[in-house]
């Protein structure tokens, strides 16, 4: 499994951006894909994640309502549209691979940085 991130920029609080992963490599009927994310001085943690299967997702209390995770069957790409960003969604942007029943991600992609200014 290939996973490339891309989309990450510097933004103003409150407005949106972006993030796409493209996959490769098999085929993901039986994944789940997620977004995690790394700010200076701290650990990873989780974002958000869709079952490629069927479509159902969960969210990080601290972007629920915000962020909007998505895939397209088609071109193999996640999606994670960030909307009213905070200068807390600062960080590293990682988007990562694990069969459905597989305890951890096993396969992840570079990170895409995300800044966002005040």
């Known amino acids: 499994v290939q996973l490339q991130a891309s989309g990450g920029g510097l933004v103003q609080a409150g407005n949106s951006l972006r993030l796409s992963c493209a996959a490769s490599?098999?085929?993901?009927?039986?994944?789940?894909m997620a977004w995690f994310r790394q700010a200076p001085g701290k650990e990873r943690e989780f974002v958000a994640d869709?079952?490629?299967?069927?479509?159902?997702?969960t969210y990080a209390d601290s972007v629920k309502g915000r962020f909007t995770i998505s895939r397209d069957n088609a071109k193999n790409t996640v999606y994670l549209q960030m909307n009213s960003l905070k200068p807390e969604d600062t960080a590293l942007y990682y988007c990562?691979?694990?069969?459905?029943?597989?305890?951890?991600?096993?396969?992840w992609g570079q990170g895409t940085l995300v800044t966002v200014s005040s």
């Open positions: 990562a691979a694990k069969l459905v029943l597989a305890g951890t991600y096993f396969w």
């Open positions: 490599g098999r085929t993901f009927n039986n994944y789940v």
């Open positions: 869709i079952r490629w299967n069927g479509g159902s997702t």
